[in-house]
């Protein structure tokens, strides 16, 4: 096995951000909403170790759930 194959990468999927108080955060219970500053039809981030890496958008299909990639990003575009 070549050293490529042991390299851990974490991919995370932003859907949009939302801003609040800790002690908000710690009153909140199983199956509270929290609102996000995303609307439906907006692209979403895709996140390979906290670095933005592409843009894409959510496809849903009866009870599976994926990501379309529909932008690379450049190493010099950001999340802002």
């Known amino acids: 096995m070549n050293s490529v194959g042991k390299v ?3 991919l995370s ?10 002690h908000q955060l710690l009153k909140m219970g199983r199956g509270a909403v929290i609102e ?18 592409a ?15 529909t932008h690379k990003i450049k190493t010099y575009e950001t999340m802002n």
């Open 8 to 10: 851990n990468v974490e």
């Open 36 to 53: 996000l500053d995303a609307h439906q039809d907006e692209e979403i981030w895709i996140l390979a170790n906290n670095i933005p890496i």
């Open 13 to 22: 999927v932003v859907l949009g951000r939302a801003s609040m108080p800790i």
């Open 55 to 69: 843009r894409g958008e959510i496809m849903v299909q009866g009870e599976k759930i994926a990501v379309s990639i």
